[in-house]
């Protein structure tokens, strides 16, 4: 039993380490292709950025999202803070075709911690990028010091509800990014009006209810009624603060130029409209998203395009190969101005340092196999010593001596067996249970404090890892450390099997 859970342990390690390579492979590759679709689309040359590829790309049927952008670094500043990030012009409309720019924004979407308040500030979407707003990850947003618009609703502690009624409510279905700081006071005069108040511009009015939507107009929160058991009653009333957006003043190369020809150029001036997180750590960490237009004239480049992000039907992006033979057809349609190069290709070096580590993993593993066929050898060894009597019996009784050693073979086989099919168990049952357990891990190393800063390199809770039936790489895995360990526990009893086959019979019997 013991041979069998030294196995069973070590098949576990090997597999659940192999395992969660894997998944931190597949985690980046998801990554990559969320931040740069597919396959990009760069010019060889300056002058071939003036060229619109953008309908001949799309015209493949294979193509399901193209869309372009133009890059280069901008200077932010408010007041004496400053930051230089890597600036990106996208289409707003095109864009989340290929990259899932909402999904960004939700993630770095950050929650105001307020006393007697709650934060209701709707996470901000693609729809709110304008000429005028920008997008900034979260450390430019330290950096500067700013942050999007927010607003918050006034929680009235006191306010008694009648006893098993579910209470109606009014939740901030949008905030312009131009709101600005404000104090909105809305109060029911019966179940089809309402009174708005807002006491800074002293703003008042009186709205009949044709819908669940309250839309003041530009620069105001747009108010959606959820009703509850009950219509709002005359009375329900709901409070809410408003927080206007920073305002940043950006600076480009061009002013430079218009400097030197003492021409004088104001700064632009734009507002934060939120915080986007871009889930691949090899993207910039400091990094502004603001519209094509936005950057064209900010540049001074107009129908200039550095290039194309490009997004492919799932039969063609599942096959690397596939898609790399597609890649190499358009880019022949393109001509010899623009190179088209697969997500695979552009982060080769990264993949080929994963997959190094994960056979350097392998070859750290295979010792602990090792050391379990060391210990099912001496317990086989063990055994052989303290059954020689019975092996000269067997073997003057007329047992071949090939056939008395095949069964210390066999016993190492049964052990490897054995092992095997139970340490593939337990990594199942580590992968079933691995959040509970990197968390308790964590925890114990690092603090709850620290949980934050290893889940930035290390995210163990968003990691996929498959089961066997769910992946054939995964399959693969399993099968082939309990096939390792299966020969290596029959190998182990070899040197067993071999002492007792060669024990002379008429010295066994005598033997004390």
Known sequence: MLAVVGVALGVNVMIVVIAFMQGFQEKFRSDIIDAQGHARVLPLNPSSRTKDLKSTLSAHPEVVGCS???????????????????SIGVDPVTSSEVLPFNAFLEKG?????AFDSEDVTPVPTMDSLE????????????????????????????????????????????LDPFVSSAEWNIEFLGPS?????????????????????????FGKPVFELIEGDHSFAKGDTFHFQCFRASTLEVYS??????????????????KVGGIIEVPWQGFHSEVLFGSLRFMEDIKNQPNVRDGYYLKFSD???????????????????????????????????????????????????????????????????????????EIGLLIAIGGNQFSVGLIFCLQGFIIGSLGAILGCGFAILFIKYRDTLMSF??????????????????????????????????????????AFAILVSTIAGLLPAWRAARLNPADALRSE
């Not at 061009?254 to 632009?268: L, R, T, V």
């Not at 295979?366 to 066929?373: D, F, K, S, Y």
């Open 131 to 174: 000429d005028k707003v920008v997008f900034i990850s979260l450390e430019v947003a330290n950096r500067l010091g700013v942050r999007p618009a927010a607003i918050l609703r006034k929680i009235d502690h006191n306010k008694t509800q009648r006893t098993g009624r579910k209470v109606g409510t009014v939740r901030v279905q949008r």
């Open 253 to 270: 190369p061009s002013m430079i130029e218009k400097a030197k020809s003492d021409e004088m150029s104001p700064p632009h001036e734009v």
């Open 193 to 217: 009006q309402v009174l708005i108040q807002e006491k800074l511009s002293s703003f008042k009015q009186v709205y009949d209810l044709t819908g669940r939507l309250i839309d003041l107009g």
């Open 109 to 113: 979407h950050s929650v105001i911690d």
């Open 315 to 389: 039969n063609t992006a599942g096959d690397d190969k596939k898609l790399g033979n597609l890649c190499e057809e358009l880019e022949e349609k393109g001509g010899d101005d623009w190179a088209i190069i697969p997500w695979f290709v552009e982060n080769a070096w990264f993949f080929e340092l994963l997959k190094f580590e994960e056979y350097l993993m392998v070859l750290i593993m295979i010792p602990i196999g090792l050391v379990a066929a060391f210990a099912i050898a001496i317990a086989l060894m063990t055994s052989v010593l303290r059954k020689i009597k």
């Open 441 to 482: 891990i964590v925890e114990k190393i690092a603090g709850k404090e620290g949980q934050a800063g290893v889940a930035q390199f290390y995210d163990f809770y968003s990691l996929e890892v498959f089961y066997p039936w769910e992946s054939t790489e995964s399959m693969m895995t399993f099968l082939s450390f309990a």
């Open 68 to 86: 372009p952008y133009i890059q280069g670094q901008l200077l932010l500043q408010n007041r004496e803070y400053t930051s230089i990030p890597h």
